[in-house]
């Protein structure tokens, strides 16, 4: 009986060893990432029509004079995990079948570092959410303006239900490139930027600006929606209020 208790134990033990949520290195990333927006292309996330328009440039400091140029309050970036070998999303529905690793980041509120990321949190061995020590991932980094919400819930909540297309500002969204790491069990966690192959994987590559959209430095606006995809946005939240009432 005592064996078979030792064996339970020792079982659930490696059991959860195996699935303990890894380490990531969440910091020194600002230096090399730049972001810019471009209102001359649309996101692959948004139903469009008519013309683009917005802000082109880096994604400025975040201060209140280089946020009221833009028209809304900076920037916000979320790392996404999800099995290894998953492609790179290009739908919403694709979009929301990646985790929240939870690790999330700003756009820099220094004038020496415009259109850099500061992320929040900063830890050379963060615990990334959804992302088992020793496990491969494949990994995204998204990034949104901030009018479309300050979490990732609530931006991801605005690209389902195309409500950016009654704001009075552009919004904007980006994907970068799929990288594929696995988490570590303590300090320094892996790397999850890089320029190339290491020991951890393939790192999301954080190259300098002007890159093509699709990738962490591209964040693109979105388009106002067929005038048909909002009537049924609409009458699916009238549906929702009706519903409520009769509860």
Known sequence: MKKLVLTTLAACAFTAAAFAQGTISWSGVGGGLIVQTNGTVYSTFGVTQGAANGTQGTTFGNT????????????????????????????????????????????SNSASNNGRTTQVAANTAAVASHMPTGVTNAIILVGWSANLGNTWNAALLALQ????????????????????????????????????????????????????????????????????????????????????RKK
């Not at 004079?65 to 970036?77: D, E, F, K, R």
């Not at 890159?211 to 962490?216: A, D, E, H, K, N």
């Not at 929606?225 to 009238?238: D, H, K, N, Q, V």
């Open 64 to 107: 209140a004079a280089n946020n009221a140029a833009l028209g809304y309050q900076g920037y916000y970036y979320e790392l996404l995990a999800a099995a290894n070998g998953t492609a790179a999303p290009t739908t919403v529905a694709n979009l929301s079948a990646w985790s929240d690793t939870t690790l999330s980041s700003t756009n």
């Open 161 to 244: 239900t195309q409500s950016w297309a009654l704001l009075a500002t552009p919004a904007y969204f980006g994907v970068s490139t799929v990288g594929e790491i696995a988490a570590h069990a303590g300090n320094p966690g892996a790397n999850v930027f890089g320029g190339g192959n290491t020991a951890d994987g393939t790192p999301i590559n954080n190259s300098a600006i002007n890159s093509p959209p699709g990738t962490p430095e591209q964040l693109d606006v979105l388009g106002v929606p067929e005038p048909g995809t909002l009537a049924l946005a609409a009458l699916g939240g009238a549906s929702l209020l009706l519903f409520r």
